[in-house]
């Protein structure tokens, strides 16, 4: 199968996270999860416009980890393995980005990317862990797959709970992670796919989807499904891009035929307005989970349960008062899983299950 797996270890390694200038909430997806789950492994974050700040300071949380303006100032921090923490435009390496990679190489620090350029192909960053002794992850490179999907969805048994999003960067990495550690802590087996980069990296393993032939994701997702699911009572998965979003439509759909969920979790970012950079409005979200559900009802009924909302940005009361209108608005039950736990997203899901999550007359 397509999996790549991490060829070194991450967890309990002192981290250095690349993010010069970008280091932010929306602005570093990558940087700011490692340090929102894997906090107690960073040393550093080299970002020269927010040096001399902390995690904190520019976060919100994190803690005291430095914000420092570069790589030779970070190495003071003896860390072990550097992590790109940022994705340019189309996932290219930059130049300024280069030079970091290659301090860090000739440091004989690892190195962890999900760029689309892949380390391992650049011939002097190549030349220079020869020389160190320095090793690369590229998270997006997926072993060759051929397999076209066959809608079969998950058989090992397991409840398969897809995150969908109203838009892409709204947090679905994160509520997959928060609903895996609350079905977790009740003792349920349980597993999460990772089907991007970030979640790759706190993974530790999982498929690119992005880098996938389009003919080959639904293939690639139902082994990924497979290989996660297997003697587990639910299966997270991950979700990328949007149905409705013109640059990423076609990654989030070929998720959703690939899993065959027997549930969705929608996400969605309080604050959004329009669709990515468009200017486009955000339909209403009643609207989007008869959209999500309408997909799906050729093949097999998976309804959205539940609304896991992203109220980064917004005050506590105005927080509440965003989720409950949400909640009014689709039927839903609607929470932060950061701000307010995901208990209640979890209970829904179980909800499903107990009806008995694939029912008769479901599948095609």
């Not at 109220?311 to 899983?337: C, H, K, N, W, Y």
Request: glycine fraction near 12%; hydrophobic fraction near 45%; aromatic fraction near 4%.
């Amino acid at each position: 199968m397509p999996l790549n797996e991490a060829p070194f270890t991450l967890g309990g390694r002192k981290a250095l996270l690349l993010a010069d200038g970008e280091f932010s909430v929306f602005g570093s997806k990558t940087a700011t999860c490692y340090v929102r789950y894997r906090g107690d492994d960073v040393v550093a974050v080299v970002d020269r416009s927010q040096a001399g700040r902390s995690a904190q300071d520019v976060l919100g949380f994190g803690g005291a980890i430095p914000v420092v303006s570069d790589v030779v100032e970070a190495l003071v921090h003896d860390p072990d393995v550097a992590v790109v923490g940022v994705a340019p435009s189309g996932g290219q390496l930059t130049a300024a980005l280069h030079e970091q990679i290659l301090q860090c190489v000739q440091a004989g620090l690892d190195v962890v990317s999900g760029l689309h350029s892949f380390l391992s192909d650049d011939a002097v960053l190549a030349q220079a862990a020869r020389q160190s002794g320095s090793r690369f992850w590229d998270v997006r490179s997926v072993p060759g797959t051929t397999r076209i999907g066959s809608g079969a969805g998950c058989t090992t048994g397991a409840m398969s709970v897809l995150a969908v999003g109203s838009d892409c960067n709204v947090g679905k990495m994160t509520a997959t992670v928060e609903l895996y550690r609350e079905a977790k802590r009740r003792k349920i087996a349980t597993a999460w796919a990772a089907t991007g980069q970030t979640g790759m990296m706190l993974r530790g393993r999982g498929i690119a989807i992005d880098r996938v032939v389009a003919d080959f994701i639904g293939g690639a997702v139902e082994e990924l499904v497979e290989y996660e699911a297997a003697d587990k009572q639910i299966v997270f998965v991950e979700g990328q891009g949007s149905i409705i979003h013109p640059g990423f439509a076609g990654v989030a759909l070929g998720l959703m035929y690939g899993v065959m969920p027997d549930c969705m979790v929608l996400v969605h970012a309080a604050s959004r307005r329009t669709i990515g950079d468009t200017e486009v409005a955000m339909p209403p979200l009643a609207e989007l989970v008869r959209l999500h559900e309408a997909l799906m009802q050729p093949f097999k009924a998976s309804p959205v349960v539940a609304i896991a909302v992203n109220t980064f940005g917004l005050g506590d009361a105005e927080a509440r008062e965003s989720v409950a209108r949400i909640e009014r608005q689709t039927g839903l039950p609607a929470r932060d899983p950061l701000r307010h736990g995901a208990e209640d997203l979890v209970d829904a899901i179980l909800g499903r299950q107990a009806r008995g999550g694939r029912q008769d007359g479901d599948s095609v």
